[in-house]
Structures are given as C-alpha cells and as structure tokens.
C-alpha cells in the first residue's frame, strides 16, 4: 500500500488528528543512509512526525524543522519537511546499531539519549521564523514531540509514532503515527474519550504491516459517526538540494576562505547530508563565483 497522510476531525469537530502511514517514506530513507535497525526506527520515527506537521503548511516556502540532540552514540537527528508533504533528516551516526531491549523492542532511547533537547523550528514566510524547544522526556521520540507541543506551543497532544522492521533484514514491514490534538473550548469528556483509547493505538503499525487500511484502522478507532476526513496526501522523501544552493553555500563563505579553497585544493566537493548527492566545483568554477562577489 502507498504512503497516506490522512487528516480529520473528531467528537463533532472538537478534536483535530492527523495520521500516517510511511513505509516507503523510511524505506527510502533506509537506503539513502544504509541506517542500521536501530538508526531506522529512531530516524523513521522522526520522519513520520515531521511529515505530519509539515502537512499543515500552506505555502511552497514553509517549512518545519527537528533536530533531536539527546546526546547518544547516534548522534542528532535533523528532519526538515516542506509543503507537499515532502521531508527530509539524517543522523549523525546511521550505521550504530544497538543491542535490542530487554522486551526485544529496538532501544531508540539509547540510540537517540535522553540527557538533551528537541528544537523544532517553522518557517512559514515571516519575518522571522519560531523556534520553540523542549527537554527530551525519554528520548524514544512520540513521547518528546507530545512533550514539545504541550510545554511550548502550549498544545496538549496525544502522539504515537511506530516503525516495525523485520528482524534478521531489518527490511522496513510497517511505519505509521497519529497526532491527536483538542481544539480551543474542546469539552474535557471529549478529551477523556481519545484518551480511553490510549491502549489501542499502539497496535497501528502491527496492523497496517499485515496489510490493514489507514482509514479502515480508524475507524476501528472511532466509530465513523465520531470521524471526519478533511484532507488526503502522500508524504515522500524528497531532498530539495540544487547545485545553485551549493553555489550559494560556497558564496557565503567569504572571499578569503574561497581564495584559500582555489590556492590549496583547486576544487570544491560539496555533499548533501539528507540525500548525499555530491557537487564539484572546478577551479574556473570558483574563480567565477568569486568575482560573482563570494561573501557579499
């Protein structure tokens, strides 16, 4: 089944949700990187999130940002997501691999850390754009954005976010999220009944792994008098870098720097962290961009 974004209300629109479902999108993101398991659940998760919030933007220059710094051996974990939805991320360390926990579940909290913070930052084409952080609650992602939306944008949110792999291949079975958030003067019995469902929602990726329907799955959720479907999209991993934001990078650097990248190295090769396509610059190349008036 292809990716899906489905987005709604609840108990006559008091309650808004979006949904996922991303294997694809972290399938993709498991090549890019050759993330280890662990590294594909952890980054994955991420994903998800970040293409659910970005699913809400409006226009083609916004974007949403999250960096996890949780001080573990996977080092930080960046996603940026733009209209469309379309996202992005990498992690610092893609190939660490950690030993399964004590219940056989993958260890993202270890993976990620527990000792820092999640940053997330939205550009929506203002002046200037909101950064808004948290301290991480357990490092194991759902539970820190639920954390980031109540203690910043001051937005009580039920969050789950689920990768399953296969264990020997680590081959990407199942990747989904739901994002349930009340909406001003929601009625707290309203609120009392998502949260009755606490229970049920964790079996979201197990099922849409063997194959189930989003939509079917919500509804199993909430009788479908309770749910309204307001929107449908199709996330994607799609990496926006150009060889004209590579040039701009080498401009920004200042005309020293790029005089002394000419005089000792003769070239410039310029990677991309998220997709890692890789950019050369010959020497006329930077010559040219420096009379184009590199640090202006």
Do not use: W
């Not at 490092?139 to 944008?153: K, P, V």
């Not at 009625?187 to 990726?205: C, F, G, R, S, W």
């Amino acid at each position: 089944m292809s990716d899906q974004i489905l987005q709604g209300l609840l108990k006559n629109k008091t309650i808004r949700f979006a949904a996922i479902t991303g294997r694809e999108l972290v399938t993709e993101a498991r090549r890019i990187h050759s993330l280890s398991r662990t590294a594909t659940a952890a980054l994955g998760r991420e994903l998800l999130m970040v293409a659910m919030m970005s699913s809400q933007l409006k226009n083609d220059t916004d974007s949403v940002s999250a960096i996890l710094s949780g001080g573990g051996p996977g080092g930080n974990l960046v996603c940026v997501g733009r209209k469309g939805p379309f996202v992005k991320g990498c992690a610092g360390d893609p190939a660490c691999e950690l030993p399964p926990k004590e219940n056989g579940k993958l260890d993202v909290g270890g993976y990620v850390g527990r000792s820092g913070k999640l940053t997330v930052v939205r550009d929506l084409s203002m002046k200037e754009p909101y950064v808004g952080m948290c301290h991480l609650v357990s490092g194991e992602i759902a539970e820190d954005f639920a954390e980031y939306f109540t203690a910043s944008e001051q937005q009580p949110s039920l969050v789950y976010l689920g990768v399953r792999l296969e264990p020997v291949s680590g081959q990407v079975l199942g990747a989904g999220g739901l994002l349930i958030q009340p909406l001003p003067d929601c009625p707290a019995e309203n609120v009392d009944y998502v949260m009755a469902k606490a229970n049920d929602i964790p079996h979201l990726t197990e099922r849409l792994s063997k194959g189930e329907c989003l939509k079917d799955i919500l509804f199993s959720l909430f009788p479908q008098g309770d749910v309204t479907f307001t929107e449908e999209l199709v996330p994607a991993y799609r990496c926006d870098c150009s060889r004209e934001r590579m040039e701009r990078a080498l401009m920004s650097l200042g005309r020293e720097d790029l005089e002394e990248i000419i005089e000792e190295d003769g070239q410039a090769e310029l990677s991309c962290h998220f997709c890692n396509s890789r950019y050369t610059f010959t020497k006329a190349e930077l010559e040219a961009i420096l009379r184009e008036g590199a640090g202006a």
